[in-house]
């Protein structure tokens, strides 16, 4: 976002299609607090893994564009070589923190833009 804001190149890696499952810091919290609640009710000794995401990949080039959107200005793409050991797409499997914990996330990811846009701008 702050390069986006100043006109900046922003480095991107391999050609914009690989995926991740960008999720807002509010639903991730409540998520933690949901399963901290549900790991102290139970008996002593009692762990679970829950993924906590947003179960919807978002590509990176559409991620840039809509920080652009959100920012106000046309992203300058600087293309790097794809880094090695990385994978084209990531996202948590909600299935067990949904039906455990009830997690359900709520913010749209454009939104979620909006809201780390604002609070940046207070900042920068």
């Known amino acids: 976002m702050r390069l986006i804001a100043k006109q900046q190149p922003i480095p991107v890696?391999?050609?914009g299609t690989s995926s991740r499952?960008?999720?807002?810091i509010e639903d991730i919290l409540q998520g933690v607090l949901v399963a901290s609640e549900r790991v102290a009710e139970a008996e002593s000794g009692f762990y679970?893994?829950?993924?906590?995401g947003?179960?919807?990949p978002i590509r990176l080039d559409e991620m840039i564009s809509l920080i652009g959107k959100v920012v106000g200005q046309e992203p300058i793409i600087d293309?790097?070589?794809?880094q090695t050991g990385d994978v084209n797409?990531?996202?948590a499997d909600l299935s067990r923190a949904r039906r455990e914990l009830g997690y359900d996330p709520a913010c749209p990811f454009e939104e979620g833009l909006r809201l780390?846009?604002?609070?940046l701008k207070e900042r920068m």
């Open 48 to 52: 679970r893994i829950w993924n906590l």
């Open 79 to 82: 293309t790097k070589p794809m």
């Open 21 to 24: 499952d960008y999720t807002n």
């Open 116 to 119: 780390q846009w604002a609070w």
């Open 13 to 15: 890696f391999g050609d």
């Open 54 to 56: 947003n179960s919807e």
């Open 89 to 91: 797409r990531t996202y």
